[in-house]
């Protein structure tokens, strides 16, 4: 089990900075595949990004390049730097668990999830 608490979400404008945290309960975050996805209102939940347990990333297309996934394992955390923000990246953001290997993109391959924070970008 782990619990996932994401923090750091807020208002910024657009070309401007946030800096995503999500603090993992329990086991060390290594021994997870955590990811990273986003809900704008009336929106399907997406994937943005994921570290994989041996410490691989990846990214969704339309993030790539402007966000940068790390994990701080003296902290237990993972985090997300989103720099060059645009009005469509305004969402809920989640953090998201598995304890296998990084099997994809889907939900359905993340079992743990946060409460989620949102991020508005404003034009």
């Known amino acids: 089990q782990v619990q996932l608490v994401e923090s750091g979400g807020g208002l910024v404008q657009a070309g401007g900075s946030l800096r995503l945290s999500c603090a993992a309960s329990?086991?060390?975050?290594?021994?997870?595949?955590v990811a990273w996805f986003r809900q704008a209102p009336g929106k399907e939940r997406e994937f943005v990004a994921a570290?994989?347990?041996?410490?691989?990333?990846y990214y969704a297309d339309s993030v790539k390049g402007r966000f940068t996934g790390s994990r701080d394992i003296a902290k237990n955390t993972v985090n997300l730097q989103m720099n060059s923000l645009k009005p469509e990246d305004t969402a809920v953001y989640y953090c998201?668990?598995?304890?296998?290997?990084?099997?994809?993109?889907?939900?359905?391959?993340?079992?743990?999830w946060g409460q989620g924070t949102q991020v508005t970008v404003s034009s």
């Open positions: 329990g086991r060390t975050v290594s021994t997870y595949t």
């Open positions: 998201a668990a598995s304890g296998s290997y990084y099997r994809g993109r889907g939900l359905a391959a993340y079992e743990y």
């Open positions: 570290i994989s347990r041996g410490g691989n990333i």
